[in-house]
């Protein structure tokens, strides 16, 4: 039979008669107790699977992701201001440290990281300080799921203060090609790749396979893939799953939305130079000619210049038979309504209050913002100490404690601790009591509240000592000294020593 026959269910060469196939209907199961497990029409759309994180994340969907996710950085200003907001708030002007032997300050190995980190010595291509190493990876981090840094050592000839650099790179230079089980010889019982990282049989990381170059460079270089121990590489991103070994764009929930209204402000930009656009249209006659700008009696153009263009102020007399419409362009309405919600899908999928993500405080009361900011802070801590300073700040500790023993000095007891950047107060005139009420009633320690401030307690303390000594010295007593002055500038009463003895 033909294809015809078939469709139209015609008889076949045996006399029986075709039937056209069944349609396909959605088998309906037994209603579940949860709504969401039912299986029917309204929940026919949903995409069941049982792959894991990795399963999920495969290399196809890691490099669409990361492209997608680019170009909306590049082209999109919500991505782009998204990328920036969220990086400069886990950074900052940099997460500081100092180096601690024992529970006291290290100055000899302080001194020596500062030379090396707050300078550019600590960076392979000589542009960025730690900090700005920091800032350029949490930002990869948002935009590309997920940053490399790699430990360089160096020679001795090269006189950095510490024998080793750092290079940062985007998560392209994993070779995912590298998967699944290793060749194990006989004997050996190997272990697993997972996209390109390799683990024991046991499930360890041991290291990661990487391009001699970004898979994507302009400039030649070495297409083959090197294996990099684990102990030299950091691989930061933010794992949302167990077992999680690859980072997804932080664009990935909104990445429609943000398409779609990218498209949306486009054809509404269009609509409003329709709008705006002034136009005219001149009626010719029958014969397709204009009066306005016909000829004389000898064939000879008229004088006459037509309206092309209407200028402020214009009177154009018209001759008999011209006529001039003006079309009625489309309005313009519920632009800013539709902005604001899909502003703030776009800021609840990253995590950003919709204030920090536009600027748009037009409809901010102190207490919403406060409120929305406190959210924010939260967010934020978790992305630094549950993410941001375990996976890259602890490596740059290893990276030195290795570095500084092998150029000779001693690091028992030696280890780093870190300070992210202060968060401003939205109250200070409120918020400054506060925390003095709270070190005053016990609730938090004064070392607390300069962690929040985004200092580091030692430096605090011995830049205040010396600060008191120097004005001891000079015998000048400010209303800010509590040894002095009370908090209501009283001076301070200083018992003698019959009044500091207990009485008997």
């Known amino acids: 039979m033909g294809i015809f026959d078939r469709l139209l269910g015609r008889a076949g060469t045996d006399g029986t008669k075709s039937l056209p196939a069944p349609r396909q209907k959605i088998r309906r ?6 709504d969401g497990a039912t299986v029917g029409r309204r929940s026919a759309g949903w995409r069941r699977t049982k792959l894991d994180a990795n399963g999920e994340l495969s290399p196809a969907v890691q490099i669409a992701l990361r492209g997608i996710a680019r170009d909306l950085d590049r082209n ?10 969220i990086a400069e708030h886990i950074v900052g002007t940099g997460i500081t440290f100092q180096v601690y032997r024992d529970g006291k300050v290290d100055d000899a190995l302080n001194q020596l990281a500062r030379r090396h980190f707050d300078t550019t010595a600590c960076d392979a291509s ?3 300080d730690l900090y700005g190493l920091q800032l350029q990876a949490a930002r990869t981090i948002v935009v590309s799921g997920g940053a490399l840094l790699r430990r360089r050592w160096r020679r001795r000839a090269d006189r950095l203060p510490l024998p080793m650099q750092l290079q940062l790179v985007e998560p392209d230079y994993i070779d995912m090609s590298k998967h699944g089980p290793m060749p194990s010889a006989p004997g ?3 272990g ?24 994507g460079a302009t400039r030649p270089s070495d297409t083959g893939s090197t294996f990099v121990a684990d102990r030299d590489v950091a691989h930061v991103f933010r794992a949302d799953r167990p077992e999680q070994e690859h980072g997804a764009t932080w664009f990935a929930p909104i990445i429609l939305r943000l398409k779609d209204f990218g498209d949306y402000e486009d054809a509404q930009l269009t609509r409003q130079k329709i ?22 009696d000898e064939g000879d153009p008229q004088d006459r210049e037509p309206l092309d263009f209407v200028d402020s102020g214009t009177i154009q007399y018209l001759r008999p038979g011209e006529e001039i419409t003006f079309p009625n362009p489309p309005s313009v309405d519920g632009y800013m309504d539709y902005s604001r919600v899909s502003q703030r899908a776009i800021a609840a999928g990253l995590g950003v209050p ?13 207490i919403s913002g406060r409120l929305g900011r406190l959210t924010f802070n939260r967010s934020l801590a ?16 290893r990276f030195f404690l290795d570095a500084a023993e092998m150029a000779g000095h001693d690091i028992s007891g030696v280890s780093m601790r870190w300070t992210p950047p202060k968060q401003e107060m939205l109250d200070p005139a409120s918020e400054v009591p506060a925390n003095r009420d709270a070190v005053r009633s016990g609730q938090k320690t004064m070392s607390q509240v300069i962690r929040e401030n985004g200092d580091d307690p030692d430096t605090f303390f011995d830049e205040l000592a010396q600060d008191l000594a120097r004005l001891d010295r000079l015998k000048i007593v400010l209303d800010s000294d509590p040894r002095k002055v009370t908090a209501a500038g009283n001076a301070v009463q200083i018992p003698n020593a019959d009044q500091r003895k207990p009485a008997k």
Not at 382 to 397: N, R
Request: charged letters at 15%; hydrophobic letters at 40%.
């Open 76 to 85: 999109n200003p919500w991505a782009h201001s998204a990328a920036n907001k």
């Open 126 to 128: 000589g542009r960025h």
């Open 275 to 296: 709008a705006s656009a002034f136009a005219g249209f001149v009626k010719g006659d029958i014969d397709g000619q204009f009066p306005g700008i016909g000829t004389d």
């Open 382 to 397: 978790t992305w630094q100490w549950l993410m941001f300073i375990p996976q890259f700040c602890a490596a740059v500790e």
């Open 354 to 366: 919709y204030e920090i993500l536009t600027g748009d405080l037009s409809q901010v009361s102190f």
């Open 188 to 190: 050996v019982n190997g």
């Open 29 to 34: 199961g037994p209603r579940a107790e949860y």
């Open 192 to 215: 697993f790749f997972v996209h390109g990282i390799q683990f024991s049989p046991l499930g360890r990381r041991e290291g990661y396979w990487l391009y001699n170059g970004h898979p």
